[in-house]
């Protein structure tokens, strides 16, 4: 949760991710989608720039890379070093987010595109459990500036630099503006956990946040 409280229950945190890949799941069904490059929508000019503090300037991206597998993320400013792991979709279509015996995983939308690749890779994790902080407990602290490294099967480090935070409330949710490709010719990358407050009543979480960073550059040395 963003305000640091973790609710405590039988269960029950499951709701916002839950609730978060459950739209991405119908808007992809809903599209017909099974390669997420086809979600990229032409843009013009920095489509993130909007709510960037002044004075973050930004590196120029780095041209897409070759497709391989995600297996480690590790985002040092929020103290976050984690295996990634597939995840597919459920009988009804949404993404389908690690189990709760594994919050410390990062789950990573195996039909679509590969973090490195032209496009955007979508990375899902809990925020918390029902006794201690989970894989993205301190993602909505996330900087424009921040780096995020992913080792991949190959052997190469994908480096991303984030460039916009947005936390999204249900009744606000903007699937395209959540997922959808900022600019066609970049490889993107979507950091996605629960947000706002903890609503005991619903047992759901009362938002999203969704952090959005674009590939920036190809180091030798490992993400870990």
Known sequence: MADGERPHGNGRLVTGVAWAVLLLGLWLWGREVTDIHGLSAPTTGDAAAV??????????????????????????????????????????????????????????????????????ALLVGHVDTDTRPAVFYRLSSAKPGDKVRVARDDGSVAEFTVDDVQVFSRDRFDAQKAYGQRQSDRAELRLITC??????????????????AYLTGVPDAPAR
Not at 59 to 88: F, T, Y
Not at 200 to 212: D, E, G, L, Q
């Open 51 to 120: 709510g960037r503090p002044l004075g973050i300037e930004l590196p120029p991206a780095h041209k897409p890379m070759a497709g391989a597998e995600p297996q480690h993320i590790d985002v040092s400013a929020l103290k976050i070093e984690a295996p990634v792991k597939a995840r597919g979709l459920d009988g009804s279509g949404a993404i389908d987010p690690p189990p709760f015996s594994q919050a410390g995983v990062v789950g990573w939308y195996g039909g679509g595109v590969k973090p490195g690749e032209r496009g955007t």
């Open 195 to 212: 947000g706002g407050s903890f609503d005991r009543a619903s047992h759901t979480y009362t938002a999203n946040v969704v952090v959005s």
